[in-house]
């Protein structure tokens, strides 16, 4: 019997060590990481920059407490606010706890204006976590089910339809803001209609509502900006990202600006581990590397790439339903379920997620090269022409 509690469906392979976009296991089998341990790892693995700074940091000083000044977070914070056009951020050390900061921040800004049941407008098919509040956000009834009761608060609208949003701007006056993916990651990448942000922002504009973004997965360049707003004209009130700013370092942020942003005093919210030296030192390194090498504008051409890649390597292939994606968030999507897709890739040595068996989700490192890119189409392609 395993003494870990049974929360996943593990695949029976380990991993011994990683170098860019490749993985070893420890039968020494080489793998292609076109998953990056679900969009952590966006510089690849054992990234020189982030090594040597989560390294230096461990020899001097791990952790001390939110207590104190923390120079390294408040550079952090400094450089995030200059990145995204927000004032102000918290760190958590997870996209659950990122969101679930963002929430908080919702509540606050509707029991200030005395509204005494704020509710916030999610979407269908979202996901936003897996704690009490974030899994009553995700809009997925696998995530919710046995975890009854939910928490009250939350009004769910079709995800891409702006008109179920303004009715409910219409009939809801307890609503306080909408939290939504740029470009919904778990639901297997499902990109919006141009515009949807910008009139989702009008209507918050026009209802005193916070626009809050959850770019837990999409943050950090992997779209093709630095957060996936950017590629609209709408900027939010509230973002959230996680996953990619620390390379594997556990670390989350919620960021906001205007008022949105002073809303927390002291003893509304925090964390003892959040923002600590060693968190704070490898996303430092992440945001140097990103521009320093100038990941994100490669992401957006990789992105096409592999995109293009994978239409041309499928054409004529009935199964397929669509390649779609943003940057570096790509999938294939198949008429119907093909079963052992991820084990045909474990074969082949790549390592891809799938999505209900239907829809192969693709989130590989921003650092590949253009060889790298294209073995990743010729081996994804392999696992569906089979
Ligand atoms: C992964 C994810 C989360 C949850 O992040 P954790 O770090 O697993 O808590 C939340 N929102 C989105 C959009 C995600 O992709």
Redesign the pocket.
């Known amino acids: 019997m395993s003494h870990l509690m049974n929360t996943y469906a593990r695949l029976p392979v380990a991993f011994a060590k990683g170098d860019g976009a490749y993985l070893e296991d420890t039968e020494g089998k080489r793998y292609l990481d076109a998953l990056t341990g679900?969009a952590v790892c966006g510089l690849g693995h054992a990234h020189p920059a982030v090594t040597q700074a989560i390294s230096e940091q461990a020899a001097t000083l791990l952790h001390t407490s939110n207590l104190y000044e923390i120079p390294r977070q408040t550079e952090l914070a400094k450089r995030l606010a200059a990145l995204s056009g927000m004032d102000r951020v918290f760190f958590a050390n997870?996209?659950?706890?990122a969101?679930e900061a963002a929430i908080k921040i919702a509540r606050l800004h509707g029991n200030k204006k005395g509204i005494k049941r704020p509710a916030l407008v999610v979407a269908e098919s979202s996901?936003?976590?897996?704690t009490m509040a974030?899994l009553t956000a995700t809009g997925n009834r696998k995530v919710h089910a046995g975890f009854e009761p939910l928490l009250t608060g939350f009004v769910r609208a079709p995800y891409n339809d702006v008109e179920a949003v303004e009715q409910i701007a219409a009939n809801n006056a307890d609503v306080v803001g909408m939290f939504v993916?740029p470009v919904q990651?778990?639901a297997g990448i499902i990109v919006p209609e141009a515009g949807y942000l910008d009139a989702l922002r009008r209507i918050c504009d026009a209802k005193d509502w916070l626009l809050m973004l959850?770019e837990?997965?999409t943050g950090n360049g992997r779209t093709g900006a630095f957060f996936a707003y950017q590629h609209t004209d709408c900027l939010p009130d509230v973002v959230t990202t996680?996953?990619g700013l620390g390379n594997g370092m556990p670390i989350?942020a919620c960021l906001a600006r205007g008022q949105a942003a002073n809303l927390f005093q002291p003893g509304h919210h925090g964390s003892t581990f959040g923002g600590n030296l060693l968190a704070c030192a490898a996303a430092c390194a992440v945001l140097d590397t990103l521009e320093g090498e100038r990941l994100i504008p490669r992401a957006a051409e990789l992105g096409e790439r592999i995109q293009n890649g994978l239409r041309s390597a499928l054409k004529g292939n009935n199964i397929v339903k669509e390649v779609r994606g943003k940057g570096l968030m790509i999938a294939v999507e198949l008429n119907e379920p093909q079963p052992g897709m991820v084990q045909a890739g474990l074969d082949g040595g790549i390592l891809v997620n799938a999505i209900a068996d239907r829809t192969i989700r693709l989130l590989p490192p921003l650092t590949l090269t253009d060889a790298e890119a294209d073995e990743l189409v010729a081996k994804a392609a392999a696992i569906i022409s089979r």
């Open positions: 679900l997870s996209g659950a706890e969101n996901f936003h976590g897996r974030t993916e990651g778990e959850d837990v997965q996680a996953k989350g």
